[in-house]
């Protein structure tokens, strides 16, 4: 018996049909959702080879493919740097300078990192003028801002904010929050030199021109070497260099103030805290040291030459009054800092 060619047709499409169904019904969802979360990454990947400093740039739409739209645990974290084009003029923000440190912390982590663990954090940047929509998803409203949003983060809210002392010290600060909240290790900041090599050739050859000039000055005694005022800044210098903490502050690279995080247009210049120092802190407290130690010096090398005992008498009391002054507000501002209090104690004979 001949069977008709539709027939066989239709039996064809009935088989086929069934093998499609039973194939679909069988198939495996969590390769389906590995498939999808290898193309993600690969997707990033391609983002970040496309710039200099491996920072990809979002916006509303690739927020929302890679975060808002994806099911969690997702196999990557992504640092973002919230930046308003608007506020580069305000330069107490240093967005500027913080958006350079975060560009070297990214470079630095992809280059010392193997492929699979660079795929498993990407850094990013913001802005708002194009993603005004992300920001309120993020709940940020003031700047400087970083959050990081690991693998498990649902809500943007919930994400990892990094703190004002966490990018103080820049790009190296930075590096020691990526590594305590996703245990990965970023390695040493590859900063690049400040002078190339022909710079440096170049700033040779003038210096050997000045030595030649200098040598022959200092042979007759007529450099600024040979005058007294200029040793006695020099002390002064040393002595306030010392004293105010800048060496802390240029190896910390401490900012010189802070932007209130609760008031963005208030200024912090005195940090409440024994791990940290700001710049102008530093200065200040210098300043009072270099004002009681100037004066010990006017009394004991200076007044000693005044013939005239009123006049010693007069700038005596001066001196012990500012000296005084200036000591208390030290230990003010130590005991405010710290919570550590200095007391004074009669000797026990007088009692």
């Known amino acids: 018996m001949a069977i008709s060619p539709s027939l066989l047709l239709s ?65 990557y974290s992504l640092l973002i740097f919230f930046d308003a084009k608007h506020l580069h003029s305000k330069t107490e923000l240093h ?8 560009s070297l912390l990214s470079s630095s982590f992809i280059s010392n990192n193997d492929a699979s663990s660079a795929s498993s954090l990407f850094f990013c940047d913001i802005e708002f003028k194009e993603s005004q929509n992300s920001f309120s998803l993020f709940g940020v409203n003031s700047l400087p801002h970083i959050r990081l949003v690991g693998p498990n983060v649902k809500n943007p809210k919930d994400s990892d904010q990094m703190d004002q002392g966490d990018f103080s010290r820049m790009a190296e600060s930075m590096a020691e929050f990526v590594e305590s909240r996703t245990k ?8 690049p030199p400040m002078l190339s090599t022909n710079q440096i050739a170049f700033l ?38 010392s004293v105010s903490g800048a060496m802390f502050n240029i190896i910390r690279k401490m900012p010189m103030f802070l932007v ?21 802190e530093g200065f200040a407290v210098g300043s009072l040291y270099t004002i009681v130690g100037l004066l010990l010096g006017v009394v004991t090398h200076v007044l000693v030459r005044v013939k005239n005992r009123t006049a010693q008498r007069v700038v005596m009391g001066v001196a012990l009054v500012i000296s005084f002054w200036a000591v208390r507000k030290v230990v003010h501002l130590d005991n405010w800092k710290t919570g550590y209090g200095v007391h004074a104690f009669w000797p026990t004979s007088w009692s």
Do not use: C
């Open 95 to 102: 967005l500027q300078d913080l958006y350079t440190e975060f």
């Open 260 to 280: 209130d995080r609760n008031d963005p247009n208030k200024l912090v210049f005195f940090y409440q805290g024994s791990g940290m120092q700001l710049g102008a």
């Open 11 to 75: 039996l064809l499409l009935f088989t086929t049909f069934l093998s499609v169904s039973l194939h679909h019904s069988t198939a495996d969802p969590d390769s389906d959702s590995d498939s999808e979360s290898s193309d993600l990454v690969t997707e990033l990947l391609y983002l970040q080879s496309q710039s200099k400093s491996g920072v990809i740039h979002l916006n509303d739409h690739i927020v929302s493919r890679f975060l808002t739209s994806t099911k969690t645990p997702r196999p």
């Open 184 to 191: 990965l290790t970023v390695g040493p900041i590859n900063r």
């Open 204 to 241: 040779g050859v003038i210096l050997l021109i000045w030595a030649f000039f200098f040598i022959k000055k200092l042979l007759t005694k007529d450099t600024f070497l040979h005058d007294w005022k200029v040793w006695l800044l020099g002390a002064v210098f040393v002595y306030f260099f």
